[in-house]
């Protein structure tokens, strides 16, 4: 398991009370490693907690309240370019409850402060297990094709270039393309390439994988980090995105003629029911704090 980022995680901090009991949880999503990472303190004085008699009366108060802390940052999770976690649950197309994946989450024990006044535990939770739990279809729809195919030849994977500000469709001025659960990518003409239901669920534990610039940039023959390599092989279709869209940004639009490099035959085509794709993202997208409630 990759340590806490916790740097990254004290960003925001959200202090919530429960009755005279004092809590604050801080943390960040994050996109490279498919991670929600968060940290709990609470204030051992306000919870009446004696030190050392108390300690597992304190965990426990811990780890009782987490799901609650947890749920709006959960809920506030981009699943596709027009809704977050929330707003899916809203609509009522599923049953799924937020506690159900955040009671999954890997916790390192928790730690008293120095001074003894308060107790902190960290707690990490797998966004592929989210992954999982959304993607519920059976059987994969097929991809465009084309009556007259364009020349190709079979790559290994597929990488899209996107860490720049780029033209957002339908509106003015530019932005930097965002992370999702679900992005979709569409061609110059607003065909639909790739999507989520597109993938073989059975297989895939996401449908893209999120870089920063810096891992398609290596001292390697490929120029890729050796983890991307297993997934995109060492001879990847790039593409540099041209546009963004939806409306929280999440998916990328690519030429026209790098779509039908995809779509053109059966190989290429296989790389998107198999979820082989990267999408380069801006370092500063990748690591998000969370939001206040």
Known sequence: MKPPILSSLLLIVATLAFGETQMAISGSIEWEQMEVNAVITMDLASA?????????????????????????????????????????????????????????????????????????????????????????????????RLLIPVPTV?????????????????????????????????????NLIYEQ?????????????????????MATPSGLEDDLIGLVGTNPLR??????????LTDPIIDRQDALQIVSSEENRRLLREGRVVIVLNRQVLSVPFSAP
Do not use: C
Request: hydrophobic share 40%; net charge neutral; charged share 20%.
């Open 197 to 217: 239901s597109m993938v073989d669920s059975q297989q895939v534990r996401s449908i893209v994988r999120y870089v920063s610039p810096g891992k398609i940039f």
């Open 154 to 190: 079979p790559y290994t994977g597929i990488l899209i270039i996107a860490d720049e500000a780029l033209p957002v469709h339908g509106r003015h001025g530019t932005a930097l393309a965002r992370p999702s659960l679900f992005p979709k990518i569409w061609d110059s003409a607003m």
């Open 48 to 144: 009446g907690v004696r030190i050392p008699t108390g300690r597992i009366q304190a965990e426990e108060l811990i780890q009782g309240e987490y799901p609650y802390l947890i749920r709006p940052y959960l809920l506030s999770l981009v699943v596709d370019s027009a809704n977050t976690l929330g707003d899916i649950l809203n609509q009522g197309t599923l049953s799924f409850k937020s506690e159900t994946i955040s009671g999954t989450a890997q916790k390192i024990p928790p730690a008293l402060s120095q001074d003894l006044a308060s107790m902190s535990a960290r707690y990490t939770l797998d966004l592929y297990k989210l992954v999982g739990e959304l993607m519920q279809h059976k059987q994969p729809v097929e991809s465009m």
């Open 239 to 248: 593409i540099i995105a041209r546009g963004v869209f939806g409306i929280h």
